[in-house]
C-alpha cells in the first residue's frame, strides 16, 4: 500500500474532499493518472459495482447525464464501461473520469462493507477508515 492508494481510499469514503482530490490528480502526468484511473475501475470491479450504481454515482460525482462517462456508465455491462471510462483522453474528460470512478467505488466499496464486513474484516482498504 502506497501513499496514493491510501488517498484514494479516503477520497472514496469521504474522508478527504473531491476538491483535494482534484488538485492531487491534476498534478500527476497524463500517464501517471492513467495509471490512477485504470486503478480505480480495477477497485470498482473487485468491489462489485454494478450497473444500478450508475444513477447515484453520477449525481455524486456532479457530473450532468450528457458527460462523456456519464453516458458511458449508463450504457450498461459495467466492467467494460469503466474500462472505457478509464481509457478516456483528453484531460477534461480525465476528470470526469476521475471522479466518477471515486464515486463508483465509494457506492459500490459501501455496499461490500455492510453486507461483507460489518462484523470486522481484514481488507487493508477498510482498515484505513477513521472510526
Known amino acids: 500500500m502506497n501513499e496514493r492508494d491510501v488517498l ?4 472514496a469514503q469521504g ?32 468491489a462489485r459495482a454494478g450497473a ?8 455524486r460525482a ?4 450528457t458527460h462523456t462517462p456519464a453516458v458511458l456508465i449508463s450504457r450498461g455491462r459495467i466492467g467494460e464501461q469503466l474500462g472505457k471510462i478509464a481509457g478516456l483522453a483528453p484531460l477534461d474528460e480525465r ?13 459500490a ?3 461490500r462493507r ?10 487493508w482498504w477498510h482498515r484505513l477508515s477513521v472510526a
Open 52 to 59: 444500478e450504481d450508475a444513477p447515484e454515482s453520477i449525481r
Open 114 to 123: 455492510e453486507r461483507f464486513c460489518s462484523g470486522g474484516c481484514s481488507h
Open 95 to 107: 476528470r470526469k473520469a476521475f471522479r466518477l470512478l471515486i464515486a463508483v467505488l465509494a457506492i
Open 62 to 65: 456532479g457530473l450532468r447525464p
Open 15 to 46: 474522508l478527504r474532499p473531491m476538491s483535494q482530490g482534484i488538485e492531487w490528480f491534476d498534478s500527476l502526468g497524463q500517464e501517471e493518472q492513467s495509471e490512477v484511473l485504470l486503478f480505480l475501475r480495477h477497485h470498482c470491479v473487485q
Open 109 to 111: 466499496d459501501g455496499r
Open 8 to 11: 484514494l481510499n479516503e477520497l
